[in-house]
């Protein structure tokens, strides 16, 4: 099955500063990898995806980097900001196995200092 | 419904007790899945429907789990005989395929 490391576990940064969070995954198969964030005590929500046909996909101050090549992607957000405060978790989906469902990371708790 | 909708959102139970939670997915997802995060994890998978069909339930721990959808939207998670690993907040998201996941608020389940 699939197996997706994530870290750091947690990151702490300044109001204003870049934060990086990596991911690596098993199953060279997979196509879909999407970010979710979870505030305290919320439900995880979808802030980015990408497919295995792009390299990179921005959206304002968040940005996605595949490489198919080492079986790693990253999430990018710049400009941080106190409420991008929260747990991130990164996710991958194997193509051609039975299973349809995301394998999800341990989690990122990223704190914004402000 | 606007969103994905989860009962009851807190639920103590006595270990050894039964107990069920409810699932309500957006209208006319076919995809639901059922996941548990236990506190400082990410989300664990347990199973997966399509519309009726349960067609993956790996991820269900042991046979006191039992999971059902038989019409295709609700959506219910039984666990038997409650012990104290299981407690944790179980997820249940669906999706319109297999693109993103709607997650609801979660039922956090303690087992005393």
């Known amino acids: 099955g699939e197996n997706v490391e994530q870290h750091p576990s947690t990151l702490s940064v300044q109001e204003g500063d870049s934060a990086v969070i990596k991911c690596t995954y098993s199953?060279?198969?997979?196509?879909?990898f999407p970010w979710y964030k979870q505030e305290l005590g919320k439900r995880p929500q979808l802030i980015i995806d990408?497919?295995?046909?792009?390299g990179e996909k921005k959206d304002q101050r968040i940005a996605v980097t595949l490489n198919k090549t080492a079986k790693h992607f990253s999430l990018h957000i710049t400009e941080t900001q106190p409420e991008d405060s929260a747990v991130y978790f990164c996710?991958?989906?194997?193509?051609?196995?039975?299973?349809?469902?995301?394998?999800f990371g341990s989690g990122t708790r990223l704190q914004v200092q402000p | 419904g606007a969103g994905v909708s989860q009962s009851p959102r807190y639920k103590v139970a006595k270990r050894g007790q039964d107990v069920a939670l409810r699932c309500d997915p957006i209208?006319?997802?076919?995809?639901l899945f059922w996941y548990q995060q236990a506190l400082g994890q990410g989300p664990e998978f347990l199973t997966y429907?399509?519309?009726?069909?349960?067609?993956?339930k790996s991820g269900l721990p042991s046979d006191r789990f039992f999971a059902e959808r038989p019409e295709g939207s609700v959506s219910t998670l039984k666990i038997q005989r409650t012990q104290q690993e299981d407690s944790a907040v179980y997820l249940c998201?669906?999706?319109?395929?297999?693109?993103?996941?709607?997650f609801g608020e979660g039922s956090r389940l303690t087992v005393l």
């Open positions: 996710a991958a989906i194997p193509k051609d196995t039975g299973r349809r469902a995301l394998t």
């Open positions: 199953d060279s198969a997979s196509n879909y």
């Open positions: 990408i497919r295995s046909n792009v």
């Open positions: 209208s006319g997802h076919v995809s």
């Open positions: 429907f399509q519309n009726e069909a349960q067609l993956d």
């Open positions: 998201a669906s999706a319109r395929g297999s693109g993103e996941l709607f």
